[in-house]
């Protein structure tokens, strides 16, 4: 129970890590406009940024949603284990979905906003989150699940 504590413990923190981020991000923008991925004086990468802008939402938006739905599968039925079948829906394809997932958000989002200070606050985000509690988490589970997790991290490396 100890571990799985901690392990909600260090999730909350990259959810705010991640929502620090989105706020720093939306600040960054109102305060420099100026700043833009593209001109707007070209309609045309105006439009295209903003259509991808627009996918990015809605592929980060399933991916993170999609990551939820299936990380309450994760855990051992009747126990709070955290070792539990790592290889189910996205869990398959990357260790971490629901960061990627807002990450690609952010990145929706500043391609709509057409704001630079909103992809340099993601990526900072993305590198602070990744460095430091994503880290924490792969430690942990590793550590409680052993050559199981490991052997999951060598397969799915993202």
């Known amino acids: 129970m100890a ?19 989105f ?8 305060l420099a406009p100026e700043l833009k991925l593209v001109p707007t004086t070209s309609p045309m990468a105006f439009l295209l940024v903003r259509i991808f802008g627009f996918v990015a939402l809605v592929f980060g938006t399933v991916i993170v949603f999609f990551s939820q739905k299936y990380r ?5 039925k009747g126990t709070d284990k955290l070792c539990f079948d790592f290889y189910v829906g996205p869990y398959k394809y990357m260790r971490h979905p629901t960061y990627l997932g807002i990450l690609i958000l952010m990145i929706g989002l500043a391609c709509i906003l057409n704001s ?4 340099v606050v993601a990526f900072i985000t993305l590198i602070v989150t990744h460095v430091t509690l994503i880290k924490s988490e792969d430690k942990l589970l590793a550590g409680e699940c ?5 052997a999951y991290q060598s397969k799915v490396r993202i």
């Open 146 to 150: 052993g050559e199981a997790y490991r």
């Open 72 to 76: 309450r599968h994760l855990y051992k």
């Open 23 to 30: 706020l720093l991000a939306l600040l960054g923008a109102l």
């Open 116 to 119: 630079l200070p909103v992809i």
């Open 3 to 21: 571990k799985s504590k901690e392990l909600s413990h260090l999730v909350a923190h990259i959810a705010f890590v991640f929502f620090a981020g």
